[in-house]
């Protein structure tokens, strides 16, 4: 319903004004972070029959990776996510080889607050984006404050040395350069898919998208609400099938978007 609301206002204002609610043209590069190629261990769809995973080829892992999205949108460089930040993390050298240095960035929006996907904002107890906004769902930046700081250390360091920069938002938030908020709640407290123009950045709906994107009733172990993210899957692909969005994702393996 929400998401209805957004396309007719963002309709009406394309009609009536300046268009600052929309975005002309994306540019959308796929930053995969892993260095070495990355399988999801079938264990870790244990609710997948064995014959399933057989018949699919699956048995040695499902392919994946870990990515962030760098998008060139509005005269701005925005980053989703911000992957692990592992030793031979490809994200600050893929930055730099499509001409973005680290200090360029202006805005990264947070999928969720796993550390595959934050790890890579910071380096050294120092910010790695100095001069970016950090967007981030106040439901899910809640809810992981909530718990208890032993569990949360990397998440409250981080937040920490981004503490000047933080934009914390609500779903009926107006966004900067056009960029739309989904609710995708289930694989953490407040998973959040952004659309940009056509596109989805579609966070962790899914693992394994050789398995998921047809048995989406089938979650990886790191969904934290199982039942409520296959309840996500199915709306966000439906969604995307529905109006023609293509949706990216930060394990989907190459060409990292369905
Ligand atoms: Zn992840």
Redesign the pocket.
């Known amino acids: 319903m929400r998401h209805k609301t957004f396309l007719l206002l963002a309709a009406a204002l394309t009609f009536t004004c300046a268009c600052r609610n929309t975005v002309a043209e994306v540019e959308i590069h796929p930053i995969q972070d892993n260095a070495q190629p990355r399988l999801m261990q079938r264990a870790l769809f244990s609710e997948a029959p064995d014959s399933l995973i057989a018949e699919l080829g699956l048995e040695e892992g499902i392919p994946a990776s870990v990515c962030a999205f760098l998008v060139k949108a509005d005269g701005k460089e925005i980053l989703f996510d911000a992957a692990n930040g592992a030793p031979d993390s490809q994200l600050v050298p893929k930055l730099i080889s499509l001409e973005v240095k680290p200090e360029d960035v202006d805005h990264i929006f947070i999928t969720h607050l796993?550390g595959?996907?934050i790890g890579g904002l910071t380096a050294d107890d120092k910010a790695v984006f100095p001069n970016a906004r950090l967007h981030i769902n106040t439901v899910e930046l809640d809810a992981w404050m909530a718990m208890p700081e032993e569990q949360t250390a990397r998440i409250r360091k981080t937040i920490e040395l981004y503490e000047d920069s933080l934009d914390k938002f609500t779903l009926d938030d107006t966004l900067p350069c056009g960029i739309k908020a989904i609710e995708a709640y289930g694989h953490t407290p407040g998973h959040t898919v952004y659309q940009i123009g056509t596109n989805i950045i579609a966070g962790?709906i899914m693992h394994g998208t050789a398995l998921q994107v047809k048995y989406p009733q089938y979650s990886a172990r790191?969904d934290m609400d199982k039942t409520q993210a296959v309840e996500t899957r199915k709306a966000v692909m439906k969604t995307a099938q529905e109006e023609g969005l293509r949706v990216y994702g930060?394990?989907f393996p190459d060409p990292y978007w369905l």
């Open positions: 796993h595959d996907h962790d790191f930060m394990h």
